[in-house]
């Protein structure tokens, strides 16, 4: 089975601090993305990654950062938390190869509350 | 850039069929999932269509028409395991498989 698992299922930080968020999954998949989910706005791109030390801006990339140094992991940063970066963040992985649906797996999540 | 549509909510009654449709805008399309999430939990991949037409698996079904843009998801024989959020999603066409999801149908099965 496919495993994706996150650094932490709750998380609380002050405004202001540097956040890490980690993932980590087992099957060697090349495609790597990180969301945030919201009442009502549903799930929102952040970040994605296709191979290593490469990176896609998603819909939402202001105030994160990201960085995938080995093929399995995949961290989110969050530079200075506001507020408004409260949310669930959901990671996934996927395959890349031609011609197949190549779904998504998901991690758990992180509830992340900023005070 | 993807704009994805769905119901907000819907109530459906155990054993009975529920459709729930999606409708989409895309500047590329390179395949429509459907995904299911229990409150508190993560997505679970449902079914894929790339192609017109209908797939099924199982008590789950869902269709495709590209050129309406539009998708649904059937659920058969209810179940109330079956309460849960469903996400319609979108992938592009280009290289680096962004999937855009819609905001997903809550659907609610009573006894």
């Known amino acids: 089975d496919v495993k994706v698992t996150q650094s932490s299922r709750y998380l609380v930080k002050r405004t202001g601090e540097k956040v890490f968020l980690e993932c980590v999954q087992d099957?060697?998949?090349?495609?790597m993305f990180w969301y945030r989910q919201d009442p009502g706005l549903g799930l929102r791109l952040i970040y994605f990654s296709y191979d290593v030390k490469m990176k896609e801006k998603g819909d939402i990339p202001e105030g994160y950062s990201v960085s995938r140094e080995k093929k399995e992991r995949f961290s989110l940063i969050l530079e200075s938390a506001s507020t408004n970066q409260t949310s669930m963040y959901l990671c996934a992985s996927s395959w890349t190869l031609a011609g197949g649906p190549y779904e998504q797996y998901f991690g758990p999540g992180t509830r992340l509350t900023v005070t | 850039g993807q704009n994805i549509d769905q119901p907000t909510e819907m109530t459906a009654t155990e054993g009975a069929i529920v459709q729930i449709n999606c409708t989409y805008q895309t500047s590329g399309f390179n395949g429509l999932f459907w995904y299911q999430q229990h409150a508190g939990e993560a997505p679970t991949f449902l079914s894929y269509?790339?192609?017109?037409g209908l797939e099924e698996k199982g008590r789950f079904s869902s269709f495709l028409s590209r050129s309406k843009g539009y998708s649904y998801l059937l659920l058969k024989e209810l179940q109330m395991k079956d309460s849960a959020s469903y996400l319609c999603?979108?992938?592009?066409?280009?290289?680096?498989?962004?999937?855009?999801f819609g905001t997903g149908t809550k659907l609610q099965v009573i006894p």
């Open positions: 999603a979108v992938r592009d066409s280009g290289g680096y498989q962004k999937v855009t």
């Open positions: 099957m060697d998949h090349e495609n």
């Open positions: 269509n790339v192609l017109d």
